[in-house]
């Protein structure tokens, strides 16, 4: 009788909308009506739990880019996006705040492992043939991960501010204006200026802590989804209906009529 009070109460509706998980139809509301819990499938193969030689690649990636975040907030508290100061608070995160350069040193290889991550993966959804329909949608958000991860690496390379950052990013800028169409726009947004300095660092530390984290965490979000949708992130993509309804045709037409 509690519970079923609980479950009944304008408090209990209003914040899950269904009641207490005890039927199959309450259950599949609390998969659907959770942000989280929707974007795992209900069911899962057993080929989908064997581990297998790709080490799950994307949820390798998922992990490092939760552990980017973490320590990349650490980060900021010290930073300041600054050519006066931006050096000397990387020398002060290594030498004097504590565990300053453990977690740089976190936040600077999960950057690079992410890379590699992100790129075996996307070699193993190729070489898998997991890009053919009904998953080519899914491989184009991939693919625009892929490129949200470059850009996160990227832009993170030059907030240390030191001579090889300057140097490094000087020359990956000159690459913008061979950029299709929107070359010397590409290049004025990069780099604010007609070279490296200050306009510079303080767009790349916007794109590095706001715009590219949100835009990766909204296909990430789509990414998984599509997965669920599209019948598992392992195994043989489910047969379209088409095809299904094809097959049924084909066995209802007796052998050996003419």
């Known amino acids: 009788m509690a519970t079923q009070k609980i479950v009944e109460s304008q408090l209990w509706r209003s914040i ?3 009641g207490y998980p005890d ?14 819990l929707h974007l795992h499938p209900v069911k899962v193969s057993r080929q989908a739990m064997k581990i297998t030689y790709t080490w799950c690649m994307g949820g390798i990636s998922f992990f490092l880019f939760l552990l980017l975040t973490i ?13 006066d100061v931006a050096y000397q608070n990387i020398n002060q995160l290594n030498s004097v705040v504590a565990f300053g350069n453990l977690v740089r040193n976190m936040h600077r290889w999960s950057a690079h492992l992410m890379v590699v991550s992100v790129t ?18 899914n491989w184009v958000v ?7 991860t470059l ?7 030059l907030l240390p501010w030191d001579q090889i950052a300057i140097w490094a990013i000087t020359v ?33 530390y916007v794109g590095h802590v706001i715009l590219l984290p949100l835009a990766g965490a909204l296909l990430m979000a789509v990414h998984f989804w599509r997965i669920r949708k599209d019948g598992g992130a392992a195994g043989p993509p489910p047969a379209p ?18």
């Open 16 to 18: 899950f909308r269904h």
């Open 23 to 36: 039927t199959p139809l309450n259950q599949s509301l609390v998969m659907m009506g959770n942000v989280f």
């Open 71 to 83: 320590t990349g907030v650490f980060l900021m508290f010290y930073y300041v996006p600054h050519p």
């Open 120 to 137: 075996l993966h996307m070699i193993r959804v190729f070489y898998h043939g997991a890009y053919k329909p009904p998953r080519e949608f």
């Open 142 to 148: 991939g693919v625009l991960l892929f490129f949200v």
């Open 151 to 157: 850009f996160l690496s990227f832009t993170g390379y």
């Open 172 to 204: 990956g800028t000159t690459l913008a204006p061979y950029t299709p169409l929107l070359g010397d726009t590409v290049y004025k947004v990069l780099l604010g200026g007609s070279a490296v300095g200050q306009e510079t660092l303080i767009r790349f």
């Open 241 to 258: 209906s088409r095809s299904i309804k094809a097959g049924a045709e084909k066995e209802r037409i007796p052998t050996g009529v003419r």
